[in-house]
């Protein structure tokens, strides 16, 4: 039977997420590069690095700590100092100024998180004292077994969550579009939803209910802050990276999807897996009500193809976008994808980060 041609078009319309109006539907995924300069401050770099693929439908940025003790991999950026947010305000003004928007991403590491890569008075907190058990890279001694963390007590849980709720006014006091709370991959937020890490007999531990509520007070407290038609949110159900594990997390991620569903958030953003046993875009489906930008290992092809089924709303791609900054141009005009330098991927410099070409014109 002959196939029918996948109508690529979709790709290059606009596109309404929440207040994020979109002018294809080409998101670029977040993306650590470990590049941030002195006080854990973005630099005129970033500015480069995110101007040049600014013609993407939406940018999220890297992910971002909320305060010193959200900070778990060296040379990550920071959003809540002044140094950080004039960084940031230089990446606002190079996306704006060739038509783009950018949201940052908030990411508290938690527990994923060794000493040698933060100051030496932040600490290492998590909703249980229990070490992942997992390594973690450091400029000063290579790999390292990741640290132990400190249980958060009831009152501190409340202070993280304002820590995200000043982190969201920052990135729109620095010119950025929005953020997205980094919910998977293991850190802060997908500790507290998942039943290995989260051993707590407060009201943020114990069944899904107790769970998921750290997620939404985190999301009630951005949306309050700035709108929740600019607040996005990241998961992956069912992800075990970093050493998490949740028992059911059909429960648990079918729960928080009905209660953020009631949100009115800008959108949500899935790590799309298939296990043996669940699929959590399935999952999705059944359970969230908003819009949805698909990730993980999209073709142009298929991500075309996940918009004309109505599987998503918009669709992101991460590596791709690291080594062709003009990706959109080159979907469009069906020019080959080129590569990365995976050596380059977080060291510092320019190298490897800003200088990917674009496509030569006329091709
Ligand atoms: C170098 C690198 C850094 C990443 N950093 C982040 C991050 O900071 N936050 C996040 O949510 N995902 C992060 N991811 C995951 C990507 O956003 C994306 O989900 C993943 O690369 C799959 O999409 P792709 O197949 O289009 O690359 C990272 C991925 C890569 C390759």
């Not at 196939?3 to 979109?22: C, H, N, S, Y």
């Not at 999220?60 to 003790?69: F, H, I, L």
Request: glycine residues 10%; negative net charge; aromatic residues 6%.
């Amino acid at each position: 039977m002959p196939q029918t041609p996948i109508d690529m078009d979709r790709l290059f319309e606009p596109v309404e997420l929440g207040a994020l109006k979109l002018r294809n539907h080409i998101v670029m995924s977040p993306m650590t590069r470990s590049r941030a300069g002195s006080g854990d401050a973005p630099t005129d770099l970033h500015a480069e690095y995110y101007g040049q693929r600014a013609s993407a439908g939406l940018i999220v940025t890297e992910g971002s700590q909320p305060s010193p003790a959200g900070k778990g991999y060296c040379r990550m950026p920071g959003i809540y100092s002044p140094e950080q947010m004039s960084g940031w305000r230089k990446v606002a003004d190079a996306v704006h100024r060739e038509g783009g928007l950018v949201v940052a991403q908030i990411m508290h590491c938690g527990r994923i998180a060794s000493r040698l890569n933060k100051d030496d008075d932040s600490e290492i907190v998590a909703p249980s004292a229990v070490r992942a058990n997992a390594k973690i890279f450091t400029d000063t001694a290579g790999l390292v077994d990741i640290d132990e963390p400190r249980a958060l007590s009831t009152e501190e849980v409340s202070d993280v969550v304002d820590e995200y709720r000043r982190a969201a006014l920052n990135a729109r006091e620095a010119g950025l579009d929005g953020v997205e709370l980094h919910a998977s991959s293991g850190y802060l937020p997908m500790q507290f939803l998942s039943s290995n890490t989260n051993l707590r007999t407060d009201r943020y531990g114990g069944g899904a209910a107790n769970r998921i509520r750290f997620v939404i007070e985190v999301l009630e407290a951005m949306g309050g802050a700035i709108g929740f038609d600019r607040v996005g949110l990241r998961i992956c159900p069912g992800l075990d990276y970093n050493d998490i594990h949740d028992a059911d997390p059909a429960e648990t991620y079918g729960l928080l999807l009905d209660e953020a569903s009631r949100l009115g958030l800008a959108y949500l953003h899935l790590v799309h897996r298939a296990f043996p046993d669940f699929d959590n875009l399935d999952l999705v489906k059944t359970h969230w009500t908003g819009k949805l930008i698909l990730n993980n290992e999209l073709t142009p092809e298929s991500a075309a193809a996940a918009l004309a089924a109505g599987d998503a709303d918009a669709v992101s791609f991460g590596r791709a976008f690291i080594g062709n900054p003009d990706l959109v141009a080159r979907i469009r005009n069906g020019i080959e994808l080129a590569g990365y330098d995976r050596s380059r991927v977080y060291t510092p410099g320019p190298e490897g980060y800003t200088d990917y070409p674009n496509a030569p014109t006329g091709q």
